[in-house]
T-cell receptor, first 114, second 113 residues
Framework: SQTIHQWPATLVQPVGSPLSLECTVE??????LYWYRQAAGRGLQLLFY??????ISSEVPQNLSASRPQDRQFILSSKKLLLSDSGFYLC?????????????FGPGTRLTVT | GENVEQHPSTLSVQEGDSAVIKCTYS??????FPWYKQELGKGPQLIIDIRSNVGEKKDQRIAVTLNKTAKHFSLHITETQPEDSAVYFCAASRDSGYSTLTFGKGTMLLVSP
């Protein structure tokens, strides 16, 4: 069966510091991968998605970037964090070309920028 | 692009009552409609979905209905239990692995014992 991991689970970082969040998926090949942010409200904002290694689509211009160095690894980064980057970051996957649009989420990373 | 509206934002019910959450969407090309349950501090969990070729789908105490003409779909939970308390999200997309989901803003369901 497929499993999605995110780490760290929680992170407290000062303003201006760098960020690296990691997401990995097990048990599948060539997945589509997604990064979402959930701010203090409840909405899910799509930040980036990737349909393959090195292929990144950005949905919202911002202080963040994403990379996909391996088939099942998706990384969210920032060079300098802002207070507004605080939130709950969720990674998700689906089977991409081989399957349908069903997305499955990871456990999330709670980021607090102080 | 697609826009999904979800109501109500908060819903309080007594244990054993039914709960209904409603969503509307704007893109007539959307044909896949999932529902997610998110418990506090956890990632959303896909609980049920429906495609446009059916009008209703059931799974034990939960059901989803779809009205493509009116562009709205609903989640029905019967015989609610305290463990149903969570935030529920609806979403819409085209039925393709390349599609991205557009989410509603969520409904916080509180089930009191």
């Amino acid at each position: 069966s497929q499993t999605i991991h995110q780490w760290p689970a929680t992170l407290v970082q000062p303003v201006g510091s760098p960020l690296s969040l990691e997401c990995t998926v097990e048990g599948t090949s060539n997945p589509n991968l997604y990064w979402y942010r959930q701010a203090a409200g409840r909405g899910l904002q799509l930040l980036f998605y990737s349909v393959g290694i090195g292929q990144i689509s950005s949905e919202v211009p911002q202080n963040l970037s994403a990379s996909r160095p391996q088939d099942r690894q998706f990384i969210l980064s920032s060079k300098k964090l802002l207070l507004s980057d605080s939130g709950f970051y969720l990674c998700a996957w689906n089977t991409g070309v081989a399957g349908g649009p069903e997305q499955y989420f990871g456990p999330g990373t709670r980021l607090t920028v102080t | 692009g697609e826009n999904v509206e979800q109501h109500p934002s908060t819903l309080s019910v007594q244990e054993g009552d039914s709960a209904v959450i409603k969503c509307t969407y704007s893109d007539s090309a959307s044909n896949y409609f999932p529902w997610y349950k998110q418990e506090l501090g956890k990632g959303p969990q896909l609980i049920i979905d429906i495609r446009s070729n059916v009008g209703e789908k059931k799974d034990q105490r939960i059901a989803v209905t779809l009205n493509k003409t009116a562009k709205h779909f609903s989640l029905h939970i019967t015989e609610t239990q305290p463990e149903d308390s969570a935030v529920y999200f609806c979403a819409a997309s085209r039925d393709s692995g390349y599609s991205t989901l557009t989410f509603g803003k969520g409904t916080m369901l509180l089930v009191s014992p």
